[in-house]
Structures are given as structure tokens and as C-alpha cells.
């Protein structure tokens, strides 16, 4: 929910204001789970440049200025006090900024309509009329967070911390097993702690995306992965609670969050607006109150293997086609090869997370994987596919390269060619012989052929057609071809789209076979560790997919 007046999104604007109306607000914002307690809100969660800076504000001073002028002042409007006060502790922080040649600090301190406006917006969230309520800033803060590291793709929508898959109510009711035990006893949720590599990375083995139901897999954040979780809260733990206490404290939590979580979606979602109409979030709780009962699952002890078995494993073959389509959107659009190479890369990482958490977690499968699954070859393209292949190109550039063989040596995309480039057998061995050749022997066409049929048998493959290496030879005789680079570079580029295609198709399909789920991972990071080299080999070529490859070169032959 996007509030057009301020330019800024309605949850974000909720936090502020109840801090601004209710210092003690802070308090919901301090993780004090930690050795070392801190703020689990960050400015950069912020979308809205000007709010970041007032939450800053806020925290380095600007709560004890507003106390200090409300006392000074105590017949003054409170919302002009605080606005005054805030304002002139964000000048101080823009003063520091533009001391170190921040631009933009130093074009807002020149601007009094950039401080008007922002004095007026102030003083506006400063008025207790402001429809928020400070006792439930930490469920704003929240979403704030959750915006900011999973943004959404539908207008309005803050986050969405899961797509659904397919899934039936007993794959529901094992999730609700899994979170119910949790919610008995806060204290198991210990058996879901580990020691990721990543300092960044959540330290729980099973997150939110493991979940089939989105409902479910947001719930699990309010209770265990998320900021301010449910298990941290104080009543979660107190022993002078009774048990239905304490869990009817943490479900409380988690329908709050899940109330503003909705709430702040309706205006993009019409399924947030139906379940807050319908007050399905309520029937949510009832579902975790009888969820978190001794007997709900056959025994709540063996919580940690209820998340293997029946979320975390079956959860991996999606999350690896959703990377396998990251690797064909990325490889056969018209980015660099470079940005191409970095996605591919970003994927290994996302596979070594998810094999890294999968490690972690007690499987029952531990060492039984069948050490001959191999991942079926990649099926044939459709129709509706781009070949991603060139003939007339790959004959351009070797009737270019007969002419002069040193262009294998000199800087550019002819330098970075390898075999793989040509897709047909003549040229790729023509192009093998040229690279075994001295110079001069390359440019002898009666030499060359005779090395590219050798070649080829010594790798036993099929036998080449004479009439197409004939046909090359001829053409680099007869006709002047100018410099390899720009054919090359094509063919470079369409190697990589090609690779990209494959490595794709191949992990889709091993994603649909009942592979292991660590050996899907390992042939899955084999195949995107192809393309990336791939992408890699000359990452400074960013020349784009031509449309029509055929059209694109001259025939030269």
C-alpha cells in the first residue's frame, strides 16, 4: 500500500509515526534475544530515501530532542514541537553528508521546499489522529523489513515470501504438524538452528520458501525465521505462564502479523482484501491452536524429520526449476555476457545455500543416495525455439581465419573461440585444425583437410563431408572475407544462449525424475558451472542475440 500524498509506502509511514507519538515504540524494535541487543529494523529496509533519514534521525537523538522541546514547550501544538525537533537533527545528519561531498545532501540542505514538505509530513504522522496504532509498530516494522529483502513484482504488494505449488491438505496438515510443535514448545525450534556459512544467512535450516502454502510459509516466519519472531516473544518462555498461555500469546503474534501483512497488500491483492473481509486470519488461529496440541502429529518430538521429510525435500525439485528458468531468462536475453555470467554464478550460490541447509538438517536418507543417478540428456528444442546456431557465420569466420590464422592470437572475440562455437562437425574439426597448424601450413587448403579429417578420426567420430570442407577451402581462395571479430563475437555469444538453453532444459527435466535431492543439486550446479564458464570465457563480449542470424551475415559462399 503505496500512500500517493507522501510518496512513500503506508507501513513505512506507520513505523515513524508511532515512534514519533510513542518513544517507548523503539522497544519493539530491539532484538533482545541477542548478546549484543540491536535494532532489527534497519534504515536501508526504507524505500523512501526521506524516511530512512528520519528513522535515523530518530535513533541517534531526535527521541530525546522531542522530549526535551515537548517539556521546553509544554503549551505548544506537540505535533509542530516534534516536527521541529526532528527536523532539526535530519539537518545535522544532511550537514555531515554534504561535509563529505554528498550531492544530494548538499542540493536538499539548499532546498526549503525539500524541508518544508518533509516538516509538514512530520507533523502530520506526529498527530494522534494518524491510523496507526504504536502498540502494533513492530508488525509494520516487519513488513518494512520483509519489502525490502523480498520485493514484489505486483503493484502494491509489499513481499511475497513464497509462490504457492501444488500441494493437498495433507501436505498442509504436515506443515501445520511441523509449526505446531514448534508453538507446544518453542524450545525445539532449537533442532533448526545450524552454522550457515554465509554471515547473512538466516540460521535456520528450514525458511519460508520450503513451504507449499504461502499462508503456512509466512506463518513459519512470524513464528521462527522472521524478524521479531514469535518465539522471542517474552510470554513465549515465562514459566509463571500456563502452556495455553503461552501459546495463545505466540498465535496472537502471528494473526496480528499476518492482519497487517494482508492489510497493507489490499490495495494490490484482492485475495489479501477477500481474507481480511472473510476474517480467514482468525481461522487460521483456531487451525494453530488445535495444531499445537501433544497429539496432533503421531509424536511432535520428531519435528525437525516432519520438516525434512515432508517440506524441506520435497521443496527442492521447484526451487531448482525456478533457478533453471532464472538460467534460460538470463542466457537468451540480450545482456552482456558478463551479466549473464554473474546470474549463472548468483545460482551456483543459491544451490549451495539450499545444499548447504539441506546438510544440516537430519534426512533419513543420509548416504543412501544411488551413485548412478545421471541426469537424462537434454531434450530436443520445439519449434517456437531459436536455433542458436549460424552456418553461414561459423563458414565466414573460418574462410576469414584460412586467410589469416594469426587472428586466433590477437585481442578480441576471434581470441576466445573455441570448438564448441560451431555446431557443425566440418567446421568445428576445420576449426581444430586451424588451431593445430603453424600459420602458413593453415592457410594451405589441401593441408587443412587432410589434418581436419584426421583429427576427426583419432576422436572417432563419424566421417566428415568432403563436399562441405571442399566448399570452405574453395571460398577461401576465391573470396576476400574481412576480419573474424564481429562473426566471432556472434558465434561466442551464441554459444553462450545455447549452453544456457541446455543447462536449462537439462535441470528441468532432472527436477521431474525422483532423483535424491542432493544429487539433483550436484547435477544441477554441474550444469549451470558449464554455462557460466561459457558466459565467462570472453565476459567483456556484449554484443546481443542477433534476431535473424541467417539474415544477419553475408553469403560468402
Do not use: C
Not at 514448545?185 to 504461502?214: C, H, I, K, T, V
Not at 486470519?281 to 502429529?297: C, E, K, M
Amino acid at each position: 500500500m503505496n500512500n500517493g500524498q507522501y510518496g512513500a509506502p503506508q507501513h513505512e509511514l506507520n513505523v515513524i509515526s508511532s515512534m514519533l507519538r510513542d518513544r517507548s515504540t523503539v522497544n519493539q524494535l530491539v532484538d533482545w534475544n541477542r548478546s549484543d541487543p540491536q535494532y532489527w529494523l534497519r534504515a536501508d529496509h526504507f524505500l523512501a530515501a526521506w524516511l530512512s533519514d528520519a528513522y535515523q534521525a530518530l535513533l541517534i537523538g531526535g527521541l530525546d530532542d522531542i522530549d526535551q522541546r515537548l517539556r521546553a514547550y509544554p503549551d505548544a501544538d506537540p505535533a509542530q514541537v516534534t516536527a521541529d525537533a526532528v527536523m532539526v537533527r535530519m539537518e545535522s545528519l544532511y550537514q555531515r553528508r554534504a561535509a563529505v561531498g554528498d550531492i544530494s545532501a548538499q542540493a536538499a540542505l539548499s532546498s526549503p521546499e525539500y524541508w518544508a514538505g518533509i516538516h509538514n509530513a512530520v507533523r502530520q504522522m506526529a498527530q494522534p489522529t494518524w491510523p496507526a496504532n504504536p502498540q502494533h509498530a513492530r508488525h509494520d516494522a516487519y513488513v518494512t523489513a520483509r519489502a525490502a529483502q523480498h520485493p514484489s513484482t505486483a503493484e502494491n504488494v509489499p513481499f511475497e515470501l513464497v509462490r504457492a505449488r501444488g500441494y493437498d491438505n495433507e501436505a498442509r496438515h504436515r506443515e501445520l504438524a511441523v509449526i505446531g510443535a514448534i508453538l507446544n514448545n518453542p524450545a525445539r525450534a532449537e533442532e533448526f538452528r545450524y552454522s550457515p556459512a554465509s554471515p547473512d544467512a538466516s540460521p535456520y535450516w528450514l525458511q519460508p520458501q520450503d513451504f507449499g502454502d504461502p499462508a503456512t510459509a509466512e506463518i513459519w516466519d512470524a513464528l521462527v525465521t522472521g524478524p521479531d519472531p514469535a518465539i522471542a516473544l517474552p510470554a513465549a518462555t515465562d514459566p509463571n505462564l500456563s502452556p495455553q498461555q503461552r501459546v495463545a500469546a505466540m498465535i496472537q503474534h502471528i494473526t496480528t502479523r499476518l492482519d497487517y501483512i494482508d492489510y497493507h497488500r489490499s490495495t494490490g491483492d484482492q485475495a489479501a482484501r477477500a481474507r481480511l473481509d472473510a476474517d480467514v486470519n482468525q481461522q487460521i488461529a483456531t487451525y494453530l491452536a488445535r495444531a499445537s496440541a501433544p497429539d496432533f502429529s503421531p509424536n511432535p518430538g520428531n519435528v525437525a524429520r516432519y520438516a525434512v521429510t515432508f517440506i524441506l525435500e520435497p521443496s527442492i525439485p521447484a526451487a531448482v526449476k525456478d533457478l533453471a528458468g532464472r538460467v534460460r531468462d538470463y542466457g537468451l536475453s540480450d545482456a552482456s555476457l558478463g551479466q549473464v555470467g554473474l546470474e549463472l554464478s548468483t545460482n551456483e550460490y543459491a544451490l549451495d545455500q539450499i545444499a548447504e541447509r539441506l546438510d544440516a538438517a537430519p534426512r533419513t536418507l543420509v548416504g543412501h543416495s544411488t551413485p548412478n543417478q545421471a541426469p537424462k540428456p537434454a531434450a530436443g528444442q520445439s519449434e517456437e525455439q531459436a536455433s542458436y546456431t549460424s552456418r553461414p557465420t561459423e563458414r565466414r569466420v573460418l574462410i576469414s581465419l584460412i586467410q589469416n590464422p594469426s587472428q586466433l592470437h590477437q585481442n578480441g572475440p576471434t581470441r576466445s573461440l573455441a570448438e564448441q562455437d560451431f555446431t557443425q562437425p566440418e567446421h568445428r574439426y576445420l576449426f581444430k585444425a586451424i588451431q593445430s597448424l603453424a600459420p602458413d601450413v593453415a592457410q594451405d587448403p589441401w593441408l587443412l583437410t587432410s589434418q581436419a579429417h584426421q583429427l576427426a578420426r583419432y576422436d572417432g567420430a563419424p566421417a566428415l563431408d568432403f563436399e562441405e570442407l571442399s566448399s570452405v577451402a574453395h571460398a577461401a581462395r576465391t573470396l576476400q572475407a574481412p576480419p573474424a571479430d564481429q562473426a566471432a563475437g556472434h558465434l561466442v555469444t551464441m554459444t553462450v544462449r545455447r549452453t544456457a538453453r541446455d543447462a536449462s532444459t537439462a535441470v528441468q527435466a532432472a527436477a521431474q525424475e525422483a532423483l535424491d535431492p542432493r544429487v539433483l543439486i550436484d547435477q544441477s550446479r554441474e550444469q549451470f558451472q558449464q554455462a557460466t564458464r561459457e558466459a565467462l570465457r570472453y565476459h567483456q563480449q556484449s554484443v546481443p542475440e542477433p534476431s535473424h542470424y541467417g539474415r544477419q551475415q553475408a553469403d560468402v559462399a
